[in-house]
Every structure is written in C-alpha cells, then in structure tokens.
Antibody
Framework: EVQLLESGGRLVQPGGSLRLSCAAS????????MTWVRQTPGKGLEWVSTFNGNGGNPHYADSVKGRFTISRDNSKNTLYLQMNSLRVDDTGIYFCAREDWGYYDSWGQGAQVIVSS | EVVMTQSPATLSVSPGDRAALSCRASQSVSSNLAWYQQRPGQSPRLLIY???TRATAIPARFSGSGSGTEFTLTIDSLQPEDFATYYC????????????FGPGTKVDI
C-alpha cells in the first residue's frame, strides 16, 4: 500500500523559514516524480513544485520560485520542501503527492503551515 | 497559464440522482485532464485521469468524458459517500509543471 506522511508544518512568522518532509513507503520511490500541492483559502488547490523521478530538473510555480526548494533523498524515500521568506499568503495545507505522467495518484494527509505574526 | 473553470460551484442533488459536473480549460489540454474527489478533512483522491480512465478501485458509477477544452465528470446513482467537492486538473505541460486545478464543484444534498 502506498503511504505518504508529511511532517514539519507549524506556525511561523512572516519572513521565516520551514522545511516540510514527506516519508514515502509501499512503492519504489526513485521511479516516481514527487510533487507538493498546497490548498489555501485564497487559491484553492495549487501546484507548488515537482521533482521528477528520472533525475531531471525540479519545477516550481511562479509564486514560490526563488523562495522554495524541493529536494529528495532516494536512500531515505523522503521528499522535502524548504520554504524561505514565507509570506502570509503561503498559509495553507501542503500535500505531498506521487505523480504519474502528470496526475497525482496518491496523496498524503497534509501538513498545516500557518504564516502569521 | 492554463486557467481551469468549473461549473456549477455547488450542485444540490439527492441520493440516487445522476450528477454532471463541468470543467473548462482556457486553451486545449488535449486529454490531459484528471478529476479528484475531496471529502471534508481528507486529502484529494484521484478518480479519473486522461479525461476518461478510471483510477484503481474507483467505482464504475464515476465516468469522465471530453477533450480539448470541455470536460464532464458524471456520477451515476449518487451514493451518500459521493457528497464531496470535485476538482479537475490539467497536466498538458508535463513534465515541465505548471499544472492547474479548477476551483471545484461541491456536491451536496
């Protein structure tokens, strides 16, 4: 059974940093692209970033480019999202998802990120 | 950026009814479209991909159709567990990202 478990979400002040993790199990992690999708009150579901499974370059939404960095450790079956210069409108639930040719066939339960002073 | 719209925003139906949900893309996305179901407090669940292919373990009462810019998710004989919010997502730019979701249609009683 595919399982994705996010962690690291918390309350952080504007301008602060946070790192989310997503522990994967139940499938061959290095064969899949992995993605972060967030759900915010203002924009609904929003694709954030993808790290393809074939070792290609990561991709980012314009709204997070230059502030967020996606990475993966295939030896630990873990996906990460380093978030810097956080803004109030980054508040939301961050989901880790397994990507299969562009759509997301498995999702984690989500990590709540609140950016507020 | 491809903008996705969904209609209606809310659909009020009764158990046993058929529901038809619409999704439109601002430009052609071919058949690169997925549908997801999200129940309150849960993460989204993949229902349909490639516009009309049911995902693993999805009941046959869910069906998808369309291509280009117009798509429909049909739910036959609505069950109590089907009352949820449904999102469409285009992935025409794969693998370069930039995928976009629609704002969702809430199906309620």
């Amino acid at each position: 059974e595919v399982q994705l478990l996010e962690s690291g979400g918390r309350l952080v002040q504007p301008g602060g940093s946070l790192r989310l993790s997503c522990a994967a199990s139940g499938f061959t992690f290095n064969k899949y692209g992995m993605t972060w999708v967030r759900q915010t009150p203002g924009k609904g579901l929003e694709w954030v970033s993808t790290f393809n499974g074939n070792g290609g370059n990561p991709h980012y939404a314009d709204s997070v480019k230059g502030r967020f960095t996606i990475s993966r450790d295939n030896s630990k079956n873990t996906l990460y999202l380093q978030m810097n210069s956080l803004r109030v409108d980054d508040t939301g639930i961050y989901f880790c998802a397994r990507e299969d040719w562009g759509y997301y066939d498995s999702w984690g339960q989500g990590a709540q990120v609140i950016v507020s002073s | 950026e491809v903008v996705m719209t969904q209609s209606p925003a809310t659909l009020s139906v009764s158990p046993g009814d058929r529901a038809a949900l619409s999704c439109r893309a601002s430009q052609s996305v071919s058949s690169n479209l997925a549908w997801y179901q999200q129940r309150p407090g849960q993460s989204p669940r993949l229902l349909i991909y490639d516009a009309s292919t049911r995902a693993t373990a999805i009941p046959a009462r869910f069906s998808g159709s369309g291509s280009g810019t117009e798509f429909t998710l049909t739910i036959d004989s609505l069950q109590p567990e089907d009352f949820a919010t449904y999102y469409c997502q285009q992935y025409d730019n794969w693998p370069r990202g930039g995928f976009t979701f629609g704002p969702g249609t809430k199906v309620d009683i």
